[in-house]
């Protein structure tokens, strides 16, 4: 029994000796504060994480976006949130020839990655190719392009048909230069068949290979990810020696953190959490997702859906003025399916008008009486803190006053998608967020396409709007933005689509940040913060 | 576990009995395989659809590479043997949410939860217990209402309500402890040998960064067993109740002993079995229900990792999620079995 209690106490002891040893070699810094950057600033944004990878060629979610765009450079890029206009990144200018089927990138001389070696046009070619072989999410970006270089600054970029919304797709940091040696040798390859040999994502997630201005120091999907300034960056050095991104599932963390100045930046607060803050910077805006509800033009799926007049009745029956309501300051009413931050969207003239009196009249005129409509939709989801359940409990108030009976059916996501994919929902409520901030991704609701088949619109039913779609998918030039224009005011008068809102986008950030902005595409810049 | 008058566990029958359960263990574990396999195949929904996005959906090549490559291209029954046989080999494949080894994923979560369970479970044992035999003795008296109420708010408060309240109080208002995540953003963790980052720091003589580990442990676990205190004290105090006025607990109090003598040697013994068997079933459902606590306090531990699994329908994660649970359970289960036999000495493992 004694050496029983001795053993216990020698065990004890030890334990303790190893906690008052460790202990004892705390520094003066309080543990609980910030570690200090060995030189130069630290900054620390929340972020709920929406991150699967931080290579580049599988890369296609807004964290992951956010990351890639401050450790690889593009080709072309975006300046300030601006995305109507792309500006030079690694190549210095382009042309565009032959009808937007080739185009030619020159790169600029300086460029370098963070080894120190110079940007050349064969990093680009097999960068871009590794990222469509891989077969991955991002994948369609590039889909059909030849790519090749002509010298070791010139990439060629051809296409069978015209492609001019390109350089509007290349500022995706999917389509982030990687230095081929160095990812090639642990594994990378742009074969064709790198969908099964290219064994590169996992050393990418420990570490980067670009010529951004910041290179990755730490990376977790879950917890937080680190990155240092690229000693090497061949631009303007960044404003911060270290960027900390913090994993934070709650906006009501967020808010606090910022509020308290532990943490600079949160970027997941809708606005109604940023109302009553005070001491902090607040950038609302709209962002580029378009809430959008659609009636089914597939008499299979559904003849009340499909009757012209029961969506001119829906269309004039909405309260946007209510949505807006609910998706607080910074949003827009959208009067197209493209956003009003891209070119060739619709101007705020365009706006369908709410008229009670002409939505019961289209109503009437249909003959249905009292129409049944059952809503489908995602339900447990926000985009920028609107919940699709609220969005849609207005909308069965908006038009139970319009005299439908709307029976609402919220279903998960995964539920929600395969019946929307299908084509077989009668009225659903869903949002699309761009792919790449071009006008050419919104010609998926043309008939036949993509979501137009998804709301039973067919080439075969709507031949002339389909033809109309592929012209306007060939305009190039000066005409290009009033072609799309055109088309979606085609698309509001007789397509199965009704526009809503696009969401209010919410950054809060602490007094001493500069140049903060919200950003549609990579949530915040990394490279223009001060 | 049969309980009978008997004698005291020899090595052989600990090793018979250690092997029955492990057999029956190893059993439960290839159900609860089949189990999830089967609910994860028949809820509605495509992991392809749940992974992709939009436009990759609907390139029929891109889709039929992540099929491929996730191996979901295989008839459903082919799937579940290749899945055992890559199991009994000690892989549980990839996950089709963070593309890495499940194995690895929960290698990094699951020491996270333990680390914050052990911690909830030793403040709810210490406060609970002591607290229910405060109750007990103080029987009828204000303190003892005092006690039943705050142990019937510790257990009917919303969890995530609590959490957001502590975290305001606690962080926001009074600056005592740091906000969420294991360690303060930028802090590299400890190279890894238990996953625990407080053990961790100290294994590698890194002081400061044990009371860093330490200050963002006290919230989360405060949080995480205030519901198990509640529950704690309930059993024990009943349990002390039922023994306090036995006659040999009179017996000892008139032979001269103090009150925290016969407290602590005639009264928890005895009432030790139930807290035992209550304490034991609170730790299992704090490591499988730390999904509030874990997300409000940015926590990464498995409770965030089942949950994004299953929105995702990741099925080599829910399966390994499954699986580390199942395990979980019938480990504690057999140490609150063991513990009986140690507790009291009449009790027979068999």
């Known amino acids: ?530 | 576990m049969n309980r009978t008058r008997a004698r005291r566990v020899t090595p052989a029958g600990l090793g018979r009995f250690l092997a029955r359960r492990l057999g029956i263990g190893v059993v439960l574990i290839f159900g609860i395989t089949l189990v999830a396999f089967v609910l994860t195949h028949v809820v509605p929904g495509d992991p392809a659809t749940a992974n992709l996005g939009q436009r990759a959906l609907g390139d029929p090549a891109i889709v039929k590479a992540f099929d491929h490559e996730y191996g979901l291209d295989k008839p459903v029954v082919e799937q579940y043997f290749i899945y055992l046989w890559k199991l009994l080999h000690g892989n549980l494949g990839v996950s089709e949410q963070s593309h890495r080894a499940v194995l690895t994923d929960l290698s990094q979560y699951v020491p996270a939860t333990f680390e914050l369970a052990i911690f909830a479970i030793i403040f709810s044992i210490i406060v609970g217990v002591g607290l229910g035999v405060v109750a007990a003795i103080r029987r009828g008296k204000p303190i003892d209402a005092g006690l039943r109420i705050f142990s019937l708010l510790g257990v009917s408060m919303p969890t995530f309500w609590v959490a957001l309240f502590a975290f305001y109080l606690f962080f926001f208002r009074l600056g005592w402890l740091p906000s969420g995540g294991r360690l303060s953003p930028g802090l590299t963790p400890p190279t890894k040998i238990t996953g625990f980052y407080t053990i961790d720091s100290l294994l590698h003589g890194q002081g400061s960064m044990f009371v860093n580990a330490l200050e963002h442990l006290i919230l989360p676990a405060f949080v995480l067993g205030i519901f198990t205190v509640g529950t704690v004290l309930r059993f024990t105090r009943a349990a002390v109740l039922e023994v306090i006025n036995n006659d040999y607990v009179r017996t000892a109090r008139a032979k001269g002993l103090s009150e925290w003598t016969v407290i602590r040697r005639h009264v928890m013994r005895p009432a030790l079995l139930p807290i035992a068997t209550v304490a034991g079933l609170a730790f299992g459902s704090l490591l499988s229900g730390t999904v509030f606590v874990e997300q409000i306090y940015s926590w990464q531990g498995i409770g965030e990792y089942a949950y994004t699994s299953a929105i995702n329908l990741d099925l080599p994660a829910i399966m390994g999620v499954s699986i580390v649970v199942a395990i979980i359970y019938i480990i504690v289960n057999l140490l609150v079995d063991l513990s009986y036999s140690v507790l009291d000495p009449r009790i027979e493992l068999r």
Do not use: C
């Open chain 1, 1 to 530: 029994m004694k050496k029983q209690a001795a053993g216990g106490l020698a065990a004890l002891l030890s334990v303790s000796g190893l906690v008052v040893g460790a202990i004892g070699s705390v520094t003066a810094s309080s543990a609980s504060t910030r570690p200090k950057a060995t030189s130069g600033r630290t900054l620390v944004i929340d972020n709920s994480f929406e991150l699967v990878t931080a290579d580049p060629g599988h890369m296609f979610e807004p964290t992951g976006e956010l990351v890639d765009n401050a450790l690889y450079d593009t080709l072309v890029t975006f300046q300030g949130g601006n995305f109507k206009a792309v500006v030079p990144d690694l190549a210095t200018s382009y042309q565009s020839l032959d009808n937007a089927k080739k185009f030619i990138f020159h790169l600029n001389p300086k460029a370098k990655f963070s080894d120190g070696t110079p940007v050349t046009s064969a990093d680009v070619v097999w960068s871009l190719n590794r990222m469509v072989n891989l077969k991955g999410n991002p994948s369609f970006l590039l889909a059909g392009e030849t790519i090749t270089a002509d010298g070791p600054e010139t990439v060629v970029m051809t296409s069978k048909t015209p492609n001019p919304g390109l350089p509007f797709i290349l500022p995706n940091p999917a389509t982030g230069i990687l230095n081929e040696k160095v990812v090639a040798a642990h594994g990378g390859t742009d074969a064709a068949n790198a969908s099964t040999k290219d064994t590169a994502e996992n050393w990418l997630n420990d570490n980067s290979a670009g010529s951004g201005p910041y290179i990755l120091k730490s990376f977790s999907t879950t917890s937080q990810v680190v990155l240092t300034a690229n000693p090497n960056y061949w631009g303007p050095a960044p404003a911060y020696s270290t960027v900390v991104l913090r994993n934070t599932a709650t906006a009501a963390i967020e808010k606090l953190d910022v509020q308290r100045g532990t943490n600079e930046i949160a970027l997941d607060l809708d606005p109604s959490e940023d109302t009553g803050m005070s001491g902090v910077q607040i950038k609302n805006g709209p962002s580029p997702n378009v809430l959008f509800m659609f009636a089914n033009d597939n008499p299979k799926i559904s003849t009340i859906s499909s009757n012209p007049d029961v969506q001119k009745a829906i269309r004039y029956g909405i309260d946007y003025s209510g949505l807006l309501t609910l998706a607080g300051k910074g949003s827009v009413q959208s009067p197209g399916v493209i956003p009003t931050v891209f070119a060739g969207s619709l101007p705020a003239s365009a706006d369908a008008k709410y008229d009670l009196t002409q939505a019961q009249q289209w109503l009437a005129k249909s003959g249905l009486g009292h129409p049944k409509l059952t809503l489908t939709y995602p339900t447990a989801i926000t985009v920028n803190g609107l919940s699709f359940d609220d969005a849609a409990a207005r909308v069965e108030q908006y038009l139970d006053q319009v005299g439908f009976d709307v029976t609402l059916q919220p279903q998960s996501v995964e539920v929600a998608l395969g019946t929307y994919r299908a084509g077989t929902e009668a009225f659903g409520l869903w949002y699309w967020g761009p792919d790449y901030p071009d006008a050419s991704d919104y010609l998926v609701f043309a008939p036949g396409n993509l979501v137009g088949l998804r709301a039973g619109w067919t080439s075969l039913e709507a031949p002339a709007i389909a033809t109309q779609a592929q012209k306007v998918a060939e305009t190039t030039g000066p005409t290009r933005d009033a072609a799309y224009q055109t088309f979606q005011r085609t698309l509001n008068a007789e397509g199965p689509f009704i526009p809503l809102i696009q969401t209010a986008e919410v950054v809060v950030g602490t007094k001493g940040i500069k140049n903060l902005q919200a950003n549609g595409l990579w949530l915040v810049d990394l490279r223009n913060l001060g």
